[in-house]
């Protein structure tokens, strides 16, 4: 609960605030998911769409994706209930690189994750074809 909670309330609390605003200022708002809300193993080659959801994760069962999950169904829940004045668009990265918010995390973890996608040990196949 103490992942789920945050990115339910927090997601939920942003949408209902661009609600308030709305009108004719907000035109889009782009809620950055995760690839966990998809899936949480490998997809044995399936193409993987805005379609599949995570099914398999749980509070107790990688409980971080099982909070993806729930967060994101809340938000297409919201758009089906609430019909905002605004479009809503979704994002599901696989990974985000940048600077640390907090400080914790310097560019030596950055540049640890780049340097094993160019040396093949993490391996990353982007298909940049159209559909």
Not at 78 to 93: A, G, L
């Amino acid at each position: 609960k103490e992942l789920v909670d945050p990115a339910l309330h927090g997601t939920m609390s942003v949408l209902r605030s661009c609600a308030k605003v709305g009108g004719s200022t907000l035109k889009k708002v782009i809620v950055t998911s995760s690839i966990a809300a998809i899936a949480d193993e490998g997809s044995n080659g399936k193409l993987l769409t805005e379609k599949n959801w995570n099914t398999t994760s749980t509070l107790s069962r990688i409980p971080y994706y099982y909070s993806k999950t729930v967060a994101e169904k809340a938000v297409w829940d919201f758009v089906k209930d609430e019909k905002p004045s605004f479009e809503v668009c979704v994002i599901n990265p696989s990974g985000v690189l940048g600077p640390s918010l907090n400080g914790k995390v310097g560019e030596t973890a950055q540049s640890f994750i780049i340097a094993q996608v160019k040396e093949g040990q993490f391996p990353v196949v982007v298909d940049l074809k159209p559909a």
